[in-house]
């Protein structure tokens, strides 16, 4: 008789501060066969669960697969189904539980949302073995923890491993039921709260961390490291940056081992707690530096980032702070996008191609700049292209999905071309251009939303990149002191200076 797997997917990473609300139909659910069907060839973490459970004949259920871009609290309802489903599954019998899961998830009646679900988990099937893929941006609590036997987050930031996460966590599921390992996890939760920007695992303290972390899996004993970088935007009591070790307890002083590497890293992440912080330019002083930037010798056009409106990290993909500082200081030939407005969708496609139009643009989202709302941003010119904003996706992130960018336009002025969509969406691949007509290589200014998903298709086509925050914040802004942190535990750097 085959085995019976449990795999899920549940993904929410949570911003406590975002104006945009987070029902069930933000997660575009996949119930049974459908998320089967769905996850199937996907590069995620229950894609690779999948495939392993399909290596070894085993049976299958996928109650659910639901993913929202990151957005406020997510509402009640939608927590209570989606957890009912994967609980459902659970209680009808299985051998094995996988569960692709974000690791920062706040819900209405739960700030551990990830734990809740845990806890409720085991206590169904208190002897069954569960694995637990995170994102590099989980929020890690104790009860998080307790509630699983392996644990493991992305090791990449831009998130290009999530199947290879999958593969490492379902494979050490595996040797678990064949008795090959007895898994011993630890941890250690760090008193910082790090700066999304300073979680790239390409450069700086992330990336020495991480680098350490590879190498210690390469110890005896050891089965599974992860640097957690956190999510500070999620403001509950367990935000901040975290260690996971996992060792094999068949393995003489296994706890011991697993003790010391954690303890080894966390030392190491808080000898390095500066570089884990960043401080945003005035916006006007990153603007001249696109400038210089495009007047020396290279081609192609300067990346600018505008991170303080940043839809992965629950941005609201509608502000205009930067773009009408760039159009104001002279910018030209920009391409820019996509905003988000469906009001101004909706009036674009009535009026048609090619007829000069004055617009007001973004800003309607509920964002307000202490406390008070900004109007939206006006400007005159013509639609190019209208597209129907369903983008299959070729680059590394979410390859071979579909980014769903809703009813879209190519709205061109005499400064700019925009894209303006129905729906919020990360621009982690060129279609959002390339597919509305925009030819990114020709233009000499390219300003997106993002931090960092934007990157491994961008800058490869770009002479340098310039990172943006508004002066004004935003919902996603890198300056703390925009953000009024009520329930994270204290002292905590850099809100509070450093313990000790």
Request: with cysteine; charged share 20%; proline share 5%.
């Amino acid at each position: 008789m085959s085995l019976r797997f449990v795999i899920a997917r549940f993904q929410h990473e949570t911003n406590t501060f975002s104006p945009i609300t987070t029902p069930l139909e933000s997660f575009y659910p996949q119930w049974g066969a459908d998320a089967l069907t769905n996850q199937t060839g996907a590069r995620t973490a229950m894609a690779a669960f999948i495939d392993a459970a399909k290596s070894i004949g085993a049976s299958i259920q996928t109650p659910v697969t639901a993913y929202a871009n990151p957005s406020a609290t997510v509402d009640a309802i939608a927590y209570q189904a989606i957890c009912d489903a994967i609980c459902l599954a659970v209680a009808a019998g299985c051998d094995a539980i996988l569960l692709d899961l974000h690791g920062a998830m706040v819900a209405s009646g739960t700030d551990d949302g990830e734990g809740s679900l845990l806890e409720r988990i085991r206590k169904i099937a208190p002897h069954i073995p569960i694995g637990v893929a995170l994102d590099l941006h989980a929020n890690l609590t104790p009860r998080m923890i307790a509630n699983c036997d392996v644990m493991l987050s992305f090791k990449t930031y831009p998130h290009i491993d999530m199947y290879e996460t999958g593969e490492q966590v379902a494979h050490l599921v595996l040797a678990m039921l064949k008795k090959e390992i007895k898994p011993y996890m630890t941890y250690r939760q760090l008193p910082i709260l790090s700066h999304t920007l300073r979680s790239n695992t390409n450069e700086g303290a992330m990336q020495r961390v991480v680098k350490q972390a590879l190498a210690i899996e390469n110890e005896k004993g050891i089965l599974g490291t992860s640097i957690l970088a956190g999510f500070s935007l999620a403001d509950f009591y367990d935000a901040g940056m975290s260690v996971i070790v996992i060792s094999d307890e068949r393995h003489p002083n296994a706890k011991m081992i697993a003790e010391k590497y954690a303890e080894q890293l966390a030392q190491q992440i808080m000898d390095l707690a500066d570089d884990f912080i960043y401080t945003s330019a005035p916006s006007q002083n990153s603007i001249d530096e696109a400038i210089n930037l495009q007047q020396k010798s290279g081609s192609g056009p300067v990346l600018l980032l505008d991170h303080s409106d940043n839809v992965m990290s629950g941005g609201t993909c509608d502000t205009t702070d930067i773009l009408e500082l760039a159009l104001a200081t002279g910018l030209n030939n920009l391409a820019t996008g996509p905003i988000a407005d469906p009001i101004t969708v909706n009036q674009l496609l009535k009026i048609g191609l090619e007829k000069k139009c004055t617009i007001a643009l973004g800003n309607r989202s509920g964002w307000t700049y202490q406390g008070k709302p900004k109007k939206p941003f006006i400007l005159e010119g013509v639609v190019r292209t209208i597209h129907s904003g369903d983008i299959l996706v070729s680059g590394p992130i979410f390859t071979g999905s579909i980014l769903r960018m809703g009813p879209s336009v190519l709205f061109e002025t005499q400064q700019a071309q925009i894209v303006i969509s129905s729906e919020r969406v990360e621009p982690y691949d060129l279609g959002v251009m390339l597919e509305l007509g925009i030819e990114i290589e020709n233009k000499s200014f390219v300003l997106l939303k993002s931090r960092m998903y934007c990157r491994p298709v961008f800058t490869p086509l770009c002479k340098g990149l310039i990172e943006c925050d508004s002066d004004q914040g935003g919902p996603t802004s890198s300056n703390y002191a925009r953000f009024d942190f009520q329930k994270v535990r204290r002292p905590i750097f850099p809100l509070d200076a450093l313990p000790g």
